[in-house]
């Protein structure tokens, strides 16, 4: 996957979406969740590596809960500064709809390396099909895992919590956690859609 895909499915005179450019974090590597309400609401997970946001589509959205298993669809590498991103996406443009930001922060390898050793494992992960890290935002923390599963797409993942001091074993439902300001409730409330009041005090 490269940001060249990216760029192609884009029309960047009528989205403001950034345009697809290699570009890194000065510091610590950083990921992003988006909540995202296309012609299906779901939720898009991004990290930081060489450059890009390595982005899976997770339908039913992250979870603390080790026994849940969330299908995570491999998508096209987003550029970096996508870690900013929210609004509408017009009619008519891939993606079209609502874009916030559910959740953001930074991450590491499973042992807390050092940058640059880090991305080493990261990218040996990513390529073996078990991707292991921490992460270290405002909702979601601790240890997680994208472990690749055989399929005739060949883009599919699950999401995985790791058992930490994080980790719930009652039952996980992101859309519990979202701002009542959300854009994405407004238009579900307005459209007479069903909506979970947020219990978070973040974005």
């Known amino acids: 996957m490269t940001l060249a895909i990216y760029n192609k499915k884009r029309n960047f ?3 403001t979406e ?20 296309a012609s299906q609401l779901h939720y898009d997970f991004r990290l930081e590596l060489d450059g890009v946001l390595k982005s899976w589509a997770v339908p039913k959205g992250p979870s603390l809960n080790p026994k849940d298993k969330r299908l995570a669809m491999m998508v096209e590498d987003h550029p970096y500064d996508y870690k900013d ?13 609502i874009v916030e930001i559910w959740d953001d922060g930074t991450y590491a390898d499973e042992n807390n390396s050092p940058r640059e050793i880090a991305e080493k494992i990261l990218r040996a ?79």
């Open 13 to 15: 005179k009528q989205t």
């Open 18 to 37: 950034p345009s697809g450019k290699i570009k890194k974090s000065v510091s610590k590597l950083i990921f992003v969740v988006h909540r995202h309400k």
């Open 85 to 97: 991103f929210e609004g509408i996406i017009p009619e008519g443009n891939y993606g079209a709809g």
């Open 125 to 203: 992960g990513l390529k073996a099909g078990n991707l292991k890290f921490q992460l270290f935002g405002k909702k979601l923390k601790g240890e997680f895992s994208l472990v690749k599963i055989k399929t005739k797409e060949d883009n599919s993942w699950l999401l995985i919590k790791h058992h930490d001091n994080y980790a719930v074993e009652t039952e996980y439902n992101s859309e519990e956690y979202t701002p009542e300001n959300s854009p994405i409730n407004q238009w579900m409330e307005e459209n007479r859609k069903p909506v979970k009041k947020g219990k978070s005090k973040y974005r």
